[in-house]
C-alpha cells in the first residue's frame, strides 16, 4: 500500500523527505498520524521518526520552512510548527530508540535504534505503522504487526506480549480503553485480560497523566464505553472511587432505586449526543467541565441515602454535598481550580432546581431565583438537567422533556423582561449604612437581603427610584432614622 498521492498534498512531507535524504537518513512519518491516514481521520500531530539524529532533521527542516524549532536534548527530540494557508502542524523529529523499563518505574531507559526497535516499542499495533518519506520508497507503509488489519476490525491489540507492554508503561491501559472509547474500537481478548491482570500497575503513573486520559474518554463520542471498560477492567476503582461507590441497586421492602452508576453515565452520554450542542455559548472551552458536572451531579448520593416507609429511598441534600465534595475530588485529579471546578461546582448544587420547577406551578419569583443563581451558566445548567431525565419509559421522558420546554420558555421571557443574569440590587450594603450611619453589622446584611428577596418576588423593581423608599420604610420598621 502506497500514501505518496496523498502525501505530496502537504508541503511538509516533501520538504522532511528533501532534507532526509541529504543528510542520508532514513525516514519516516509513523504513529497516530498514519493511523488517522487511513481511518480519514483530520490530525495535526505529525511524528517523524529517522534513524540518527532527530534533531540534526529537525533543524534542517525548519531552516527550509522558516520556522522556529524547539530542541529537546535530554530526550532527543525537536518540534516545529509548519504553517499552510490557515492550517498548521506540530511535527515532532526523533532519531529512532529502543527501550528497557526497571519494574519500580515506568521511565525507561533509552538507548539509539532501528526502526524495527521503534516499533517493538509502540503501545498497539494500530499506532506501530509507518510510512517511507525518502524518495526512494516515499509513501510506502511498513506494517510489522498488521496493524492494517487490525484497523479494518476494529481492533485495539499490543504489538508484543500485553503483560510486557503494560508492564512497561502502565499508562498504556488507560490509552487502550481511550482508543477504543475515541474509536469505538473493541480491546483484543487477551489485551484486556492482561488490563485486568496489572491494573494495579496505575499506581504508579502520575494523577496527572491519568486525568489526561481519562478526560479524553470524557470527551469521547459515547464515554459510558470508555467507563464500562475502566470499571470491567478493575482500573476505576483505582482511580476514581467515589464514581464506583454509586454503583448497586439495594431492596428494602420490595423498594429499590435506580442504580446510580449506569444512571450517571446515561447522563454523560446524554450530554455527549444532545441535540442543542451547537446552540451552547462557550462550548468548545466549557464541553470537558460540562461532562465533568454530569458525572459528578450524583455523585454524593451514596452518602445521602436513606430508606423512609413510605416515600421510599431518598436522597435529601446530596446536591449540596455533591457541590462540597468538587473541590477535593478536583484536587485529587490534579484538575484546575479555578473558574472550571466553579462551574462544575455550580451545576452539581444547582441540577435539581429546574426539575422540581417542572413538578410545581411555576412563579416568577422561582424562576427569578433560578436566573440570579445560575447566571451566566443557565445554558449548561438547564443542558445538565435536561440529560439527567433519563427512563425507560420513552413517554415518560418526553413527558418530563416538554415540561422543561415550559420553563425554559418563561425563563427566557423573564430574562428579556428583567435582564437578572447579571442581578446586583442596586441598594448596596454601603448605601444602606450611609442612609443610616450604621457601622458594618448583622442588621446591614439582613436588610439587605430582605430587599434582595422584595426584588426577586416581584415586590419592588430593582430600580433606586423604587427600591430606596422600601429601604425607609423597612429603617423605619426597625426605628433607624436616615442621616441629613
Known sequence: MNFSDTLHKNPVFDVVSQQADRLGLPTYVIGGFVRDLILARSSKDIDVVCIGSGITLAEAVGKVLNAHVAVFPNFGTAMLRARQGDEEWEVEFVGARKESYRSESRKPIVEDGTLEDDQNRRDFTINAMGISLNKTSFGELLDPFDGLKDLKKKIIRTPLNPDITFSDDPLR???????ASQLTFDIEPDTFDAIMRMNERIDIVSRERVTDELNKIILSPMPSYGFKLLYHAGLL????????ALKGVETIEGKGHKDNFYHTL???????N?????????????ELWLR???LLHDIAK??????????????HGHEDLGARWVPGIFRTMKLPLNEHMRFVQ?????HLRPIALTKEQITDSALRRLLVDAGEDLEGLMALCRADITSKNYERVQKHLRNFDRVERKLHDLEERDKLRSFQPVITGEL???TFGLPPSKEVGEIKTILREAILDGVVPNSLDAAYPFLLEEGRKRGLTPVE
Open 173 to 179: 491501559m488507560m490509552r487502550a480503553i481511550r482508543f
Open 237 to 244: 476503582e483505582r482511580i476514581f472511587p467515589e464514581l464506583i
Open 266 to 272: 446515561q447522563v454523560l452520554d446524554n450530554i455527549a
Open 274 to 286: 444532545r441535540a442543542d450542542k451547537n446552540q451552547y455559548a462557550g462550548e468548545a472551552e466549557n
Open 292 to 294: 465533568w458536572a454530569a
Open 302 to 315: 451514596p452518602a445521602t441515602k436513606r430508606f423512609d416507609q413510605k416515600a421510599g429511598w431518598t436522597f
Open 346 to 350: 455550580k451545576l452539581v448544587r444547582l
Open 432 to 434: 444602606i449604612m450611609e
